[in-house]
């Protein structure tokens, strides 16, 4: 058995325009039951996971993830109400902006808010450790692939086994098991485990293509070099490659298993993009390469003070009049001042495993954009998202190199 077996059962390497027309995941038997060892083929560019029952298990955590922390009627707006009432019984107002102490005070020993936040976090912990279990029991099939699909084009892979992985990337992120340094299998398990982080909108790369298609374009519209810093399993990387078919397309992250996984999903897709394992502070790319930098949801997961060092890289590599495009928590939205929105920021830092969650609430990404040179619109091109609903299209920050 091969990565292919493993995944899809399929021999063929599709293009995303062949991949559209999905194999069945299981075939129908006459008498209406299911043959469990057919091909699980593909669903559109995703390839189902290779246990039936893994997947039922995995869309069940799914759904448990919307009713933990989706809109109205749900668990989230239970607790958000308890959280009203704790501040009127304290004597405060529905809105009174309290320093994050009070606020952890004050809700952290209620049983409603804190049913609700262990909900999230049970689910979170069942779906890593569902699609780790998987992999690992098949991990010499899954190493066997990556390192057959290293050498395969048309994009090229940059593995760097001698980087000097800074102590703040190797945390368990989002408590993946390993983080994205430690696990040679960490890009199925991001890729699959992240299923659920999306509510299922990441399967046809569909958050991603929102952010690529999003990305303002330089003004003389040139867009000859792309970069994606922290690119992970190269959803991302790939959107941007189908918006700009003809441009030099790279994505560039810390974490080799990363990278590696991004190559092979990539060469399985026939598309031609780039990868290089690297720190997005110190890039290895010339001054003035790129016309474009996009980043995805990384900021929130560095420190600031290597968010600074970024900026500046950002800057050196884009050439004049070169557009950085960062969608991130806070570059189309506040960061919450209210009570509820306070506690549920420190109970991801505290429990979902987010060292700088906190800190980033005070991170001045403007001020250290335009302190290398860049001139900043925050209520520049709004990005489509689906996980959360509430960031659709809203105006996000948008810096332009001097
Ligand atoms: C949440 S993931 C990004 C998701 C991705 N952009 C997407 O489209 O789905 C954050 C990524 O940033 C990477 N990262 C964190 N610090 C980094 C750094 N200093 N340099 C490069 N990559 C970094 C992590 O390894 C991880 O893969």
């Not at 290895?284 to 900026?311: A, Q, R």
Request: charged share 25%; aromatic share 10%.
């Amino acid at each position: 058995m091969n990565r292919r077996t493993l995944l899809t059962g399929s021999a063929a390497i599709a293009t995303v325009a062949t991949a559209a027309a999905a194999t069945p995941a299981f075939a129908a038997q006459p008498n209406g039951a299911f043959r469990l060892d057919a091909p699980r083929g593909r669903e559109g560019i995703f390839r189902r996971l290779p246990s039936l029952d893994v997947q039922s298990n995995q869309e069940f955590l799914t759904d448990i993830r919307a009713f933990a922390q989706g809109g109205r009627g749900n668990m989230t707006q239970v607790a958000r109400m308890r959280v009203r009432e704790l501040l009127k019984e304290a004597g405060y107002g529905a809105r009174a902006e309290l320093p994050m102490d009070e606020v952890i005070a004050l809700v952290e020993n209620d049983p409603t808010v804190m049913a609700s936040a262990r909900l999230w976090l049970s689910n979170q912990q069942l779906t890593w450790k569902g699609v780790k279990d998987l992999f690992d029991a098949n991990m010499d099939q899954c190493l066997t692939e990556l390192d057959a699909a290293e050498s395969v084009g048309p994009g090229s892979l940059e593995l760097n086994p001698s980087l000097d992985i800074p102590d703040y990337a190797k945390h368990e992120i989002h408590i993946m098991p390993g983080g994205y340094v430690g696990d040679p299998l960490g890009g199925f398990i991001y890729h699959y485990g992240t299923v659920n982080f999306f509510l299922g909108h990441n399967k046809q790369d569909e958050n991603q293509i929102g952010v690529a298609n999003a990305a303002p374009i330089p003004k003389n519209g040139k867009v000859r070099r792309i970069l994606e810093i922290g690119c992970s399993v190269g959803q991302m990387t790939t959107a941007l490659k189908r918006r700009f078919p003809d441009a030099e397309v790279w994505g560039l992250d810390v974490g080799g298993p990363m990278v590696h996984y991004a190559h092979m999903r990539t060469a399985d897709l026939g598309m031609d993009v780039n990868y290089r394992q690297a720190l997005a502070e110190d890039t290895g790319f010339p001054d003035d390469y790129f016309d474009m930098v996009v980043s995805y949801i990384i900021l929130h997961e560095i420190p600031n003070s290597e968010n600074t060092k970024i900026m500046k890289e950002v800057s050196r590599v884009l050439r004049g009049g070169g557009i950085y495009y960062p969608v991130d928590f806070y570059t189309s939205f506040e960061p919450p001042k209210d009570a509820f929105g306070k506690f549920r920021r420190w109970w991801d830092h505290r429990w979902n495993g987010e060292p700088w969650a906190l800190e980033h609430m005070d991170y001045d990404l403007a001020g250290d954009l335009t302190a290398v040179g860049m001139s900043v619109d925050k209520e520049g091109a709004g990005a489509v998202l689906y996980n959360t609903g509430a960031s659709r299209g809203r105006p996000n920050l948008v810096a332009v190199k001097a």
